[in-house]
C-alpha cells in the first residue's frame, strides 16, 4: 500500500474536486465510457434476433440470457478482484466479452445463441467489480462521491452516443454492431493492460498479506448494514427499470407513437448527462443514506404518477422528475459499498451491489409486465410506493461514512508506521 497523505478540506469547486482525482479513476472513466459507446449487444439484440427470423419470445429468452450471466460475472468478478487483482479481472472481461461477442453472427441457432449470451452477460460484467473497487482503492473519503460521480457521467455519456451510433450501424448492416461491440471492449482491455497499475491492497493495516485473509459473500451478507442497502437497491432498480420495459407499453396506450418514447429517453440520457454532477456539488457533503432515500422516493414519485400521465407535456414531466432522481441517487448508491467494505472484501461488496442492480433489472421488466397486463394502475401504483419502502430501509441502515473514515485512518496510521519502520531499518543501529 502506497503513502497516504492527510485528508484535504472539503471543496466547494466541482471542478477542483475533479482534478484531484487521480489517474487511476480517469482510465477506468474512460475505459468504461468506451465500452459503453460500443455495448450494442443489449440494446439491439431483440432487433437483431427478430430480424434473423427468430420469434420475439426466442429473443427474449436470448435477451434474459444476458441477465443471468450478468449474475454470475458481478459475483465471481467480485472474487476475483479480491483474491487475483482488480487490473486481471478487466482484461480478462474484455477479452472474454469481445471474443465472444463476435460469435454470435455465426451462431447455427437460436440455442446455441442463448448460451453464448449467458456467456457474454458473464464476461461482461466481470469488470464491474473491479472498476468499483479501484476507485474505492485510489481515492480518499471524501472523494469517493466525485469519484463515482465521474464514473457514472462516463457511462451515460458512453450509452447516450453509443446508442446514436448503433442505431447508424444498424440501418448500414446489423453485423457492423457485434464488431463494434468487439472493438469497443478490446480498447478497453487495452487501456486498463497498458495505463492501469494494479491498485489492490497487498498488506492491511497490520502489515500482513491480504491474499491470506480470509474472505467470502459469506461476510458480506452478514454485514446488516450491506443487506440492507442491497434489499434497497433491488427496490429502486426495480422501479428504475419500468423505464426501458412497461413505460414504453404506456407509450403506445396512450397512442402517443413510439418516437416520442425515444424523445423521451434522450431527455432522461440529456439530463444524466447535464445535471449529474452539478447535482452531486450539492449533495456530496450530506449524508450519503438521506441523499439516496430522497432520491429512491422522487423516483417512485415519479414513476407511479405516469399512471396519470396520458399526453405529451404530463408524461415529459414525469420523466424530468425521475430523470433528476436519478441524477440524485445513483453517485451515491454506487459508492455506498466502498464506504462499508473492509480492504480485503471491497471487489465482493461491489460485487453484492451488482448482484442487487441484476435482480432488480432481472425481475423488474418481468414482474412489471405480468402487473401491467393485469392492471395498469395497481402496476404503477406499486412503483409508487416501493421508493418509500426502499427509503426506509436505507434510513435504517444508518449512516456509511463513519465505517469508510474508520478504515482510512487505521489504513494512514499503518501507513505511517511501515514508513517509520523502513527508515529505521535503512538508518542500521
Not at 28 to 38: A, E
Not at 41 to 57: C, D, Q, R
Not at 326 to 339: F, L, N
Amino acid at each position: 500500500m502506497g503513502p497516504r497523505t492527510a485528508m484535504p478540506d472539503h471543496d466547494t469547486s466541482m471542478l477542483r474536486r475533479l482534478a484531484g482525482l487521480p489517474r487511476p479513476v480517469w482510465v477506468i472513466c474512460g475505459g468504461v465510457f468506451l465500452n459503453k459507446l460500443g455495448n450494442f449487444l443489449s440494446v439491439f439484440l431483440l432487433l437483431y434476433l427478430t430480424h434473423e427470423g427468430y420469434s420475439p419470445f426466442q429473443a427474449g429468452v436470448a435477451l434474459g440470457a444476458i441477465g443471468l450471466g450478468s449474475f454470475f460475472g458481478n459475483a465471481v468478478g467480485g472474487t476475483v478482484a479480491d483474491r487475483i487483482g482488480r487490473r486481471p479481472a478487466i482484461v480478462v472481461s474484455m477479452i472474454g466479452a469481445a471474443s465472444f461477442t463476435l460469435s454470435v453472427p455465426l451462431s447455427p441457432n437460436i440455442w446455441t445463441t442463448v448460451v453464448l449470451c449467458v456467456v457474454i452477460g458473464f464476461f461482461a460484467r466481470l469488470f464491474n467489480p473491479a472498476a468499483g473497487a479501484i476507485l474505492v482503492d485510489s481515492v480518499q473519503p471524501e472523494q469517493l462521491l466525485t469519484a463515482f460521480g465521474m464514473y457514472r457521467l462516463a457511462i451515460n455519456a458512453g450509452m447516450a452516443i453509443g446508442a446514436a451510433c448503433g442505431g447508424i450501424l444498424a440501418g448500414l448492416d446489423y453485423n457492423y454492431l457485434f464488431v463494434g461491440n468487439t472493438v469497443a471492449s478490446a480498447l478497453f482491455g487495452l487501456l486498463v493492460f497498458l495505463l492501469l497499475p494494479e491498485t489492490r491492497p497487498t498488506t492491511d493495516a497490520t502489515g500482513s498479506d491480504q491474499a491470506d485473509r480470509p474472505g467470502s459473500y459469506r461476510d458480506v451478507f452478514s454485514d446488516r448494514a450491506l443487506v440492507l442497502y442491497v434489499l434497497a437497491i433491488v427496490a429502486g432498480t426495480y422501479v428504475y427499470v419500468q423505464s426501458t420495459s412497461t413505460l414504453s407499453l404506456h407509450v403506445r396506450d396512450a397512442d402517443l407513437g413510439s418516437a416520442f418514447y425515444g424523445v423521451l429517453l434522450a431527455v432522461n440520457a440529456a439530463i444524466c448527462v447535464l445535471v449529474e454532477l452539478p447535482m452531486l456539488k450539492l449533495t456530496a457533503d450530506r449524508h450519503p443514506g438521506r441523499v439516496l432515500a430522497v432520491g429512491m422516493v422522487l423516483q417512485s414519485v415519479g414513476i407511479g404518477l405516469t399512471a396519470f400521465a396520458f399526453d405529451h407535456v404530463s408524461l415529459l414531466l414525469t420523466v424530468v422528475l425521475w430523470s433528476l432522481a436519478e441524477t440524485i441517487y445513483s453517485p451515491v448508491a454506487q459508492a455506498i459499498p466502498g464506504m462499508l467494505s473492509p480492504e480485503h472484501l471491497r471487489g465482493r461488496y461491489q460485487g453484492a451491489e451488482g448482484i442487487a442492480a441484476t435482480i432488480g433489472q432481472t425481475v423488474g421488466p418481468a414482474l412489471g409486465g405480468y402487473l401491467y397486463a393485469a392492471n395498469d394502475q395497481v402496476h404503477w401504483l406499486v412503483n409508487g410506493l416501493l421508493g418509500f419502502l426502499a427509503a426506509a430501509i436505507i434510513l435504517i441502515a444508518g449512516d456509511p461514512r463513519h465505517r469508510r473514515l474508520k478504515a482510512f485512518r487505521i489504513e494512514t496510521v499503518a501507513d505511517v508506521q511501515s514508513q517509520g519502520n523502513s527508515a529505521l531499518t535503512k538508518a542500521g543501529p
